[in-house]
């Protein structure tokens, strides 16, 4: 039976912004590109969980996980790493952005905008998602009730 | 890096009513139990067609992904197993319900009643997720958007 390593990416919204990420050009995988939250899972870690505590260490942001809105498969880097992750829409609760290593800047970007920025392509079927499940729910929709 | 096995679950949707299946009693975990379509990931394989390969062979029905509506971790029997599982809303297509060796009842259920059913507590988060989400929804609300 095989066995994957697991990923998780966040689409952090705030009022209908995203925080999108470049990453440092340090790392070691997909150096300088633009991402939204992403991270690896630890032992035993549930997926909403492992989101929650990347979107913490990377931005010092607490956030909650609304719903899983993509999921994919990829080698990262070469085939001796199968990767199988999950994109989830994250809420923004509190904080401001901090930095750590990871990456060098970020920028907040309307939800419309962040849809057609190719250089999000990975998460460009989340982000629309998310766009297209706001645009159709009541604005007084309880996304509460997804705990 | 920690490894993962990979798990996907599948909650067939048919016009408000979802499918439930029994675990044979052949089966080396949960045998007995009721659930809705299970399976694990192959090699290189994408969650999304997974599901799909899983409802086919253990119902021979054709459906669509709508869209991811929960995640989890779990032991699948002991600690050499740490498991993933995604589970998806998913959309009947075509087809009438042929049970593999893996199953010995089926029905299908409503989405109300699946909700609050116990047997099927490792899948009512999601269950409810898609309630929720149906009963928010414009009833003429595109689902193909998230194709």
Not at 3 to 30: H, P, T
Request: hydrophobic share 40%.
């Amino acid at each position: 039976m095989k066995q994957f390593y697991a990923a998780v990416g966040g689409i952090v919204e705030k009022n209908g912004s995203i925080l999108i990420l470049r990453r440092s050009s340090d790392k070691d995988f997909a150096a300088g590109s633009w991402e939204v939250i992403t991270g690896r899972l630890e032992a035993e870690e549930n997926p909403s969980r492992g989101i929650i505590r990347e979107i913490e260490e990377e931005t010092t942001l607490r956030a909650e996980v609304i719903l899983p809105v993509n999921t994919g498969f990829f080698y990262r880097g070469n085939r001796d790493y199968p990767m199988i992750i999950i994109d989830f829409w994250c809420k923004y609760l509190e904080g401001t952005v901090e930095l750590s290593w990871e990456h060098s800047e970020y920028r907040w970007v309307s939800l419309q905008d962040a849809a057609v920025d190719l250089n999000l392509k990975p998460f460009q079927r989340g982000i629309q998602r998310i766009l297209s499940l706001k645009n159709a729910l009541p604005t007084d929709f309880d996304f509460s009730i997804f705990r």
